[in-house]
C-alpha cells in the first residue's frame, strides 16, 4: 500500500504536470470508485475546472480546483495514478478513471484491487468534515515528539499498532512502521505507553527519518507501487529489516526475524529491539 512517501513523491509530479492547467473532460468507468456518486455526474464535475494546487494529508491527496472544492483520492491497497502524453486508447490496464487536461496529457487512475477513492470536498467547511479522521501529517510541524507522547501515553496496544494508527500519526504504514521502530530500537510488540519520554523522540524523529529517505528515493517499490510516470522507487534497496527475514541485522548481525504484530507481517531485529519489560 502506498505511504506516505509514495504518496507525496505521486503529488509532486502530480503538480509538475497539471497544477495550472484545465481538466478537458473525465471518464469514470468504475462507479464503485466515486460511490455514491453517479459516475457521468462525478465526471461532469471536473470538466472545465482548473488545478489550482495539490495538497497532501497523510496518505490523502487533495487536487484543489477553482471553485474552492477539491478533488480527494486515497489510493489505498494498489491505486495509481498515472500519466499519460495524450489519453491512452486502449486505457491502461485496470483503468477506473480518465482525466484528460487541456492542451494535451491524462491522468488515469488505475487500480487492480479496486478499493481506492474519490470524492469531493468543498473548502469552507472542511475541518469540521475532516476532524477525527486523521491526525497530524507525519512530515507537518504539527507531528510533534511532545504531542506523540501525548498520543501514548497509558496506552496498552502495542508500539507497531500505535503508529499504524492514522488518527495518531498520519501517512505511516507496514514498511516505514517497521523501519522506524528499527532505528528508534522499540519493539514492535511494546505497548505504546511503555516509552520514556527520549524514547518517544528517539521515534518521532526516527518516523521523520525513514519517511524523508523515502521520499527522497521516490518511494518503495516492491509490488504494485509506481510514480505517475510508471517507474519504481527506490526505498525498497534501503530497507534495514522490513521484507528481510533471515537476513544480518546492519547494525548487529542478528538474523532479522518475522512475525505478526498489530495483524501485519512484521520484521525486527531481537538484538536492537528486545522487548522491554513494564516499567
Ligand atoms: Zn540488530
Known amino acids: 500500500m502506498p505511504e506516505l512517501p509514495e504518496v507525496e513523491t505521486i503529488r509532486r509530479q502530480l503538480a509538475e504536470r497539471i497544477v495550472g492547467r484545465t481538466i478537458r473532460g473525465a471518464r469514470v468507468s468504475d462507479p464503485r470508485l466515486v460511490d455514491p456518486w453517479e459516475p457521468n455526474t462525478f465526471a461532469g464535475r471536473l470538466e472545465g475546472r482548473r488545478v489550482e494546487r495539490i495538497d497532501r494529508v497523510g496518505k490523502y491527496l487533495f487536487i484543489e480546483l477553482d471553485g474552492d472544492e477539491a478533488l480527494t483520492l486515497h489510493l489505498r491497497m494498489t491505486g495509481q495514478l498515472l500519466w499519460s502524453d495524450d489519453v491512452p486508447d486502449p486505457p491502461l490496464p485496470y483503468t477506473r478513471a480518465v482525466i484528460g487536461i487541456e492542451g494535451g496529457g491524462s491522468v488515469t487512475f488505475a487500480d487492480s484491487r479496486r478499493f481506492g477513492t474519490a470524492w469531493f ?3 469552507v467547511g ?4 475532516w476532524a477525527g479522521r486523521t491526525g497530524p501529517d507525519a ?3 504539527a507531528f510533534t515528539a511532545r504531542g506523540l507522547g ?3 501515553r497509558g ?3 502495542c508500539a507497531k499498532a500505535l503508529i499504524l494508527d492514522q488518527r495518531i500519526v498520519a501517512g505511516v504504514g507496514n514498511i516505514y512502521a517497521d523501519e522506524a ?4 530500537r522499540v519493539n514492535p510488540a511494546e505497548p505504546g505507553g511503555n516509552l520514556t519520554a527520549p524514547r518517544v523522540t528517539s521515534l518521532h524523529r526516527a518516523i521523520r527519518d525513514r519517511l524523508r529517505m523515502g521520499i527522497t528515493a521516490g518511494g518503495a517499490s516492491f509490488d504494485r507501487y509506481r510514480d505517475v510516470n510508471g517507474e519504481r522507487g527506490g526505498m525498497q534497496d534501503l530497507f534495514r529489516v ?6 544480518q541485522c546492519p547494525r548487529c548481525q542478528t538474523t532479522i526475524e518475522k512475525g505478526v504484530v498489530a495483524q501485519r507481517g512484521t520484521y525486527w531485529c531481537p538484538k536492537c529491539q528486545p522487548l522491554m519489560e513494564g516499567d
Open 121 to 123: 470536498l468543498p473548502r
Open 126 to 129: 472542511r475541518e469540521r468534515i
Open 139 to 141: 512530515m507537518s510541524a
Open 150 to 152: 501525548d498520543r501514548l
Open 155 to 157: 496506552r496498552t496496544a
Open 181 to 184: 521502530l528499527f532505528m528508534a
Open 242 to 247: 522490513h521484507r528481510r527475514r533471515g537476513e
